[in-house]
């Protein structure tokens, strides 16, 4: 028997921390897990106790931001969003705040970071080039 909880919409649901994003990787990666999984898969850069783990998708699960069902005693979590959906709301928010919504500065910002790989820049003019309504289309 499983139960399930019910949650915000995802408009309403607050953007995870960055603790909340570490433990969501875990679980976008695995699609549901118990609170021993989610522990024992986050890298060792994430000092982090299993009890504290357990705390925190109880406020995940609150938020809206992760659900649960029951098999036998053990609690599965998965999360309630996909991860390109979550990293779009998380960007949204970041190019509005940051950067007054100039698409052109948020990007710039990110090629300061670091030289795109080959592979990166290939994939970045592809997007660009299929962004740009003016352009035709190869068939």
Known sequence: ???????L???????PT???LAILKVLWDRGEATVRQVYEALPEE??????????FL????????????TEGRAFLYR???PREETAQRLLEG???RVFDGSMDQLVQSALSLRRPRKEELERLKDLVERADPARKRKP
């Open 46 to 55: 994430v000092p982090i106790v299993q009890n504290t783990v357990q705390a």
């Open 9 to 15: 919409p995802a408009e309403h649901t607050p953007p």
């Open 18 to 20: 960055a603790r909340e």
């Open 94 to 96: 970041l190019l509005h």
């Open 79 to 81: 999360p309630v969003q």
């Open 1 to 7: 028997m499983s139960q399930t909880t019910g949650r």
């Open 58 to 69: 109880r406020t995940m699960e609150e938020k809206g931001l992760v659900t649960h069902r």
